[in-house]
């Protein structure tokens, strides 16, 4: 089981959206209540990974996913993010806003906010 503590399911927020959309906030690469090992691409594939576990959860996929907000805490990252974002979505690429921070919860170094619609 992953654990998802910073990983949300905005089920209150459903009403706010026209069905049947749902948002993903807030995941990172936090995986049983540590981050991902490896660096910032291990951070990142688990972070999608979470995504995706969660999507199938309510019958979602990836393919689904319209709309991404990324937080890095290097924007100097934005290449190596790039390069795995590519390989967990397919064409069209869901429509993305990516900056960065000074800091991230958990000392993360990715956070992904989605929207999936069918």
Known sequence: ???????????????LLPPPEIPIFGSSGAK???LAQGGFSAETKQT???????????????????????????????????????KAFASPYPARTTFAVESLALDAQVEIECIAAK
């Open 48 to 86: 999608l990974d979470n995504i995706k576990q969660t999507l199938e959860r309510y019958d979602y996929e990836m393919k689904d996913v319209v709309k991404c907000t990324v937080i890095l805490t290097d924007i100097k990252s934005s290449p190596e993010f790039n390069n795995i974002y590519r």
């Open 1 to 15: 089981m992953i654990w998802h503590s910073v990983l949300t399911l905005a089920t209150d927020f459903l009403p």
């Open 32 to 34: 049983i209540k540590r």
